[in-house]
């Protein structure tokens, strides 16, 4: 499972250098009227207002407004992916799944906004054509990829910690003496060996663990030399 935090971050890294790739795409057909439109933005160029380099039109080199939701986007990632540096800590790796989905909320928020916010004059947006770019695409499918390995990551550590059993605390578990599997302390045999990991004391009939070597009740011996004790780790 320890591979899965490895690509959560590599996913997270490829969404933010997805930002310098293209993300929106801007055309307008003037109809005979003037030069075509037809502009392509990058995530960095949306994100800070820079004029894109490659306008077909002379009238359309103002470039975008910063977009306040990819910033959050990008910090969000960047946030996401120094908290899923930090080994066993599964709170913080929700946190960063947490992170990575609120970067995909933004990108969706971006999406949906954008004609309102750069293109608010209603006179123009039928004759615009606005698509949705690699970068933009690449950086959604990211963000929900590395969310749900964080996810799958913690709840997996989760399970390998305690055995597959809910219990209050580590002081409730134990390695099993036979196949060093995490079990709960109070189980009589292990769910993965099946070997017995209780036994009665054969003279006061009180119940030890089965790596006990003298009752916990009466002091007695209660492995045999040779006997069939559990391997003593």
Same mark, same amino acid.
């Given at each position: 499972?320890?591979?899965?935090?490895?690509?959560?971050?590599?996913?997270?890294?490829?969404?933010?250098?997805?930002?310098?790739?293209?993300?929106?795409?801007?055309?307008?057909?003037?109809?005979?009227?003037?030069?075509?439109?037809?502009?392509?933005?990058?995530?960095?160029?949306?994100?800070?207002?820079?004029?894109?380099?490659?306008?077909?039109?002379?009238?359309?080199?103002?470039?975008?407004?910063?977009?306040?939701?990819?910033?959050?986007?990008?910090?969000?990632?960047?946030?996401?992916?120094?908290?899923?540096?930090?080994?066993?800590?599964?709170?913080?790796?929700?946190?960063?799944?947490?992170?990575?989905?609120?970067?995909? &909320?933004?990108? =969706?928020?971006?999406? +949906?906004?954008? #004609?309102?916010? $750069?293109? /608010?004059?209603?006179?123009?947006?039928? @004759?615009?054509?606005?698509?949705?770019?690699?970068?933009?695409?690449?950086?959604?499918?990211?963000?929900?990829?590395?969310?749900? &390995?964080?996810? =799958?990551?913690?709840? +997996?550590?989760? #399970?390998?910690? $305690?055995? /597959?059993?809910?219990?209050?605390?580590? @002081?409730?578990?134990?390695?099993?003496?036979?196949?060093?599997?995490?079990?709960?302390?109070?189980?009589?045999?292990?769910?993965?060996?099946?070997?017995?990991?209780?036994?009665?004391?054969?003279?006061?009939?009180?119940?030890?663990?089965?790596?006990?070597?003298?009752?916990?009740?009466?002091?007695?011996?209660?492995?045999?030399?040779?006997?069939?004790?559990?391997?003593?780790?």
């Amino acid at each position: 499972m320890k591979a899965l935090p490895i690509a959560a971050k590599i996913c997270i890294l490829l969404a933010l250098l997805a930002f310098f790739l293209p993300f929106i795409n801007v055309s307008c057909s003037s109809q005979g009227y003037g030069e075509d439109i037809n502009v392509t933005y990058t995530g960095f160029d949306m994100m800070f207002g820079i004029k894109s380099g490659n306008e077909s039109a002379g009238e359309y080199e103002e470039g975008a407004g910063a977009s306040v939701s990819l910033i959050f986007a990008f910090i969000a990632g960047i946030a996401a992916i120094a908290l899923s540096f930090v080994q066993k800590k599964r709170i913080l790796q929700f946190v960063a799944a947490g992170l990575s989905l609120f970067g995909t &909320l933004m990108l =969706i928020i971006f999406r +949906a906004t954008f #004609k309102s916010k $750069y293109l /608010g004059d209603t006179d123009i947006l039928s @004759a615009v054509t606005v698509k949705s770019k690699v970068g933009w695409v690449f950086a959604l499918i990211l963000f929900i990829a590395a969310a749900a &390995l964080l996810v =799958i990551a913690a709840l +997996a550590d989760k #399970k390998v910690q $305690y055995g /597959g059993y809910p219990q209050g605390g580590q @002081a409730d578990t134990k390695n099993c003496p036979w196949c060093g599997q995490i079990i709960p302390s109070a189980l009589k045999f292990c769910p993965y060996c099946t070997q017995p990991l209780k036994r009665q004391c054969p003279y006061c009939g009180a119940e030890n663990n089965i790596e006990t070597r003298f009752c916990v009740a009466c002091g007695q011996a209660v492995q045999t030399p040779g006997g069939d004790s559990a391997p003593q780790g």
